[in-house]
């Protein structure tokens, strides 16, 4: 009884802490002497941005910066976690932790396209590891793993998808994993929440509104900084056109090389005309590595509806963030675009690809 008293306590005064002293720091521009550890939570399958952010990630992973601790998927689309397997094992890391949602009430998403779907195709052609979505482990037990392993106030989760995991994770109770329960464990274990989400200062955007319930219940109840990329900050900044170009037999280029044409098609939509695709789910990748080197930021408080729609309200104490654009559109694109060609690293390549 003591011993839970005095656990109940510690939590307490680190919720208290977290809301009070709520920071967000830039990365340095040097490799750190311990990599970010981060978790990255997608819904991969609909979009194809997604595989241009976990790319992002794998480039900083190479270079020093990130520990990759888990990839989960928020969508339950079958071969959603074969993807994201696929990927791994491309940037020769296959043994990274996938999870997916096993909530019922989850998206169950594939892509847009009504020609060839990337989603089918790069699994033609990549190895994977992983089976398809029904078999692998709950995002909730694989979040409450390597949580429970990780230093105090450590761990930066990306998510670029729907808050369905976080928000299971949240409500998740003890077990047999970790004595804590789901937010005590992101109490004690997380520093911060950077989400591709929302559209600021106020609007309605797709990984908000699909799963309202879970957007609002985390955005309220979530104990540590949330940082958002709003769907302004990526919308202009397209990339993939050079991807496209310059490099050869590698997923990241093929998922662009697939869909952008079918999208200029499909879609009545001057933003094509520009050439690429947006950058939404890299921005965010970007944010939580980089923290505010490429962003400008400004803290408030976001207000979810019951609808998944959201406000804004500036405000100096807040517990969020939202990331304003510092430099062009074009300056962002090719930044993201370079660590989107990253070549994994190898015995033939050991650094950033040119």
Known sequence: MKI????????????????????????PDSPRSRPIPIIFDTDMGPDYDDV?????????????????????????????????????TYFNKPNIPIGVTKDTNAKNNDTWHKG??????????YPFSQSISSEPEDAVKVYRQILS?????????????????????????????SNMSGQELVTVKVKELISMACRFPEGKEYNAYADAVST????????????FSGVEIGRYIRTGDRLI?????????????????????????????MG????????AVLAAVCGDKYFNIERGTVSINDDGSNTWKAYSNGQ???????????????????????KPINKNNNGWSN
Not at 4 to 17: D, E, N, Q
Not at 116 to 125: D, G, I, P, R
Not at 216 to 227: Q, T
């Open 245 to 273: 170009k310059e490099t050869n037999n590698n997923p990241i280029k093929d998922a662009y090389a697939i869909s952008i044409p079918q999208d200029m098609i499909e879609f009545d939509n001057s933003r094509y005309e």
């Open 149 to 177: 392993q990780q230093a105090d106030n450590s761990v930066i989760i990306v998510t670029v998808g729907f808050f369905t995991n976080l928000k299971n994770l949240l409500q998740s109770p003890p077990d047999e994993i």
């Open 320 to 342: 969020h963030f939202i990331l304003k654009h510092k430099y062009s559109f074009q300056e962002m694109a090719i930044l993201i675009e370079k660590y989107m060609m990253h």
């Open 116 to 125: 060839e779907k990337w989603t089918e195709e790069l699994l033609k052609k």
């Open 216 to 227: 609002k219940y985390v955005v309220e109840n979530w104990p540590s900084c949330i940082i």
């Open 4 to 27: 839970r008293t005095s656990l109940f306590v510690i939590t307490i005064l680190l919720i208290i802490g977290a809301y009070t002293s709520c920071t967000w720091q830039t990365t």
């Open 276 to 283: 690429g695709r947006a950058s939404y789910d890299q921005t």
């Open 52 to 88: 241009g952010a976990l790319a992002v990630l794998h480039a900083f992973a190479d270079s020093g910066y990130v520990d990759i601790l888990a990839t989960v998927s928020s969508n339950k689309m079958e071969n959603t976690t074969q993807l994201i397997s696929m990927i791994n």
